[in-house]
């Protein structure tokens, strides 16, 4: 660790992921060679972790807190809470909840995550469900989604406040005072969708509640740069994430058989080849890892758990940026807020 005028404390779930603890920790060197300020500590296995951190350039001051214990990809989210507080994924968000760390980051299983992080960091006041948000690229700016797979059925009330949150998300981060966001659905239409669809609409295109609201939207809309936060429920988002990510490889192998088919095709990427390597970098899923968990009082980041060491560092990065733009403190007010003019709204009515 290298300290700065503002140290970043990151608990790091090391034995969560397909790749763990290799990936977890060489992607927290590359994260600490990038920004000196990250203090990290990593809960698992200390000899294996050891292992790796002794081929590190950027973990000289990194600590180990050893732990056995490790949540199984198959268990269920009861079932890590009933044996977990020995597990590494437990003990990284403890230290969160203690005051010990600023955010934990994790590979591991998301359901067992969210009950965890939800069971230890609660929810904020006014918060009704937690949320997972993440970002995805776009033909323009990189745009922030959510529910990815936390709620998988959701009511007019969650996709109201998954806006509030997303908004106050985006902005924290990117410094863009009036986000474009829109609600997803089959269709643009106003009579599109189910009713509590047609609810949340109408309540999100209120002025008074402050959302730059651009209506419904649909999936064709996700990647034309033209909206910053896209709500939905956590199954439609899942599938979309999930779908993304495989349309983003397919692309990506199709392209690749194509240039290599003919001896034309091999001159013309050799001649194309920066602006190919610029566009591969632009859908590269391991530059938008590290999905946030919304509406907890503290700081979650989940990593896709089958990422690389490239990708693990950009969820690293997520948690850091967090912290370092105080994005707690710009939640819990505009939910505050938010719940204040909704709760008018409905004693008016």
Same mark, same amino acid.
């Given at each position: 660790?290298?300290?700065?005028?503002? &140290?970043?404390?990151?608990?790091?779930?090391?034995?969560?992921?397909?790749?763990?603890?290799? #990936?977890? $920790?060489?992607?927290?060197?590359?994260?600490? *060679?990038?920004?000196?300020?990250?203090?990290?500590?990593?809960?698992?296995?200390?000899?294996?972790? +050891?292992?790796?951190?002794?081929?590190?350039?950027?973990? =000289?001051?990194?600590?180990?807190?050893?732990?056995?214990?490790?949540?199984?990809?198959?268990?269920?989210?009861?079932?890590?809470?009933? *044996?977990?507080?020995?597990?590494?994924?437990?003990?990284?968000?403890?230290? $969160?909840?203690?005051?010990?760390?600023?955010?934990?980051?994790?590979?591991?299983?998301?359901?067992?995550?969210?009950?965890?992080?939800? /069971?230890? @960091?609660?929810?904020? !006041?006014?918060? !009704?469900?937690?949320?997972?948000?993440?970002?995805?690229?776009?033909?323009?700016?990189?745009? #922030?989604?959510?529910? /990815?797979?936390?709620?998988?059925?959701?009511?007019?009330?969650?996709?109201?406040?998954?806006?509030?949150?997303?908004?106050?998300?985006?902005?924290?981060?990117?410094?863009?005072? %009036?986000?474009? @966001?829109?609600?997803?659905?089959?269709? %643009?239409?106003?009579?599109?969708?189910?009713?509590?669809?047609?609810?949340?609409?109408?309540?999100?295109?209120?002025?008074?509640?402050?959302?730059?609201?651009?209506?419904?939207?649909?999936?064709?809309? @996700?990647?034309?740069?033209?909206?910053?936060?896209? $709500? !939905?429920?956590?199954?439609?988002?899942?599938?979309? /994430? +999930? &779908?993304? %990510?495989?349309?983003?490889? /397919?692309?990506?192998?199709?392209?690749?058989?194509?240039? =290599?088919?003919?001896?034309?095709?091999?001159?013309?990427?050799?001649?194309? *080849?920066?602006?190919?390597?610029?566009? *591969?970098?632009?859908?590269?899923?391991?530059?938008?890892?590290?999905?946030?968990?919304?509406?907890?009082?503290?700081?979650?980041?989940?990593?896709?758990?089958? &990422?690389?060491?490239?990708?693990?560092?950009?969820?690293?990065?997520? =948690?850091?940026?967090? $912290?370092?733009?105080?994005?707690?403190?710009?939640?819990?007010?505009?939910?505050?807020?938010?719940? !204040?003019?909704?709760?008018?709204? +409905?004693?008016?009515?």
């Amino acid at each position: 660790m290298c300290a700065d005028t503002k &140290t970043v404390r990151l608990a790091l779930d090391a034995m969560g992921g397909d790749n763990a603890p290799a #990936c977890v $920790v060489r992607g927290a060197d590359i994260a600490c *060679r990038n920004h000196p300020h990250l203090a990290v500590t990593f809960y698992g296995d200390e000899a294996r972790i +050891k292992s790796f951190i002794g081929k590190a350039r950027h973990l =000289a001051n990194a600590r180990v807190i050893h732990t056995g214990e490790a949540v199984s990809p198959d268990d269920t989210a009861s079932q890590a809470v009933r *044996r977990g507080k020995t597990t590494s994924m437990w003990m990284a968000i403890a230290s $969160v909840a203690d005051g010990e760390a600023d955010a934990v980051v994790s590979a591991g299983n998301t359901g067992a995550l969210m009950a965890m992080a939800k /069971l230890q @960091l609660r929810t904020m !006041t006014g918060v !009704t469900r937690p949320a997972i948000a993440a970002f995805f690229p776009t033909v323009g700016e990189h745009m #922030c989604m959510l529910d /990815l797979g936390a709620n998988l059925e959701c009511d007019a009330e969650n996709l109201v406040q998954f806006a509030i949150l997303g908004q106050a998300f985006h902005r924290s981060l990117t410094g863009k005072s %009036e986000p474009r @966001l829109g609600l997803l659905n089959v269709g %643009e239409e106003e009579q599109k969708g189910h009713e509590y669809l047609r609810v949340a609409s109408r309540q999100l295109a209120d002025p008074e509640l402050g959302i730059n609201y651009q209506g419904f939207v649909e999936g064709s809309d @996700l990647t034309n740069g033209k909206l910053d936060v896209v $709500v !939905t429920d956590g199954f439609s988002g899942n599938i979309a /994430l +999930k &779908t993304a %990510e495989g349309i983003s490889a /397919l692309f990506t192998r199709l392209l690749r058989r194509s240039l =290599a088919s003919t001896m034309l095709s091999r001159l013309g990427y050799f001649l194309a *080849r920066g602006a190919l390597s610029e566009m *591969r970098r632009h859908i590269d899923p391991r530059s938008y890892n590290g999905a946030v968990f919304l509406g907890l009082n503290g700081i979650a980041v989940k990593s896709h758990g089958g &990422t690389d060491r490239i990708g693990f560092a950009n969820a690293i990065n997520v =948690a850091s940026e967090l $912290v370092d733009h105080g994005f707690l403190p710009d939640v819990s007010e505009a939910i505050a807020r938010g719940n !204040t003019i909704l709760e008018q709204k +409905k004693e008016d009515a």
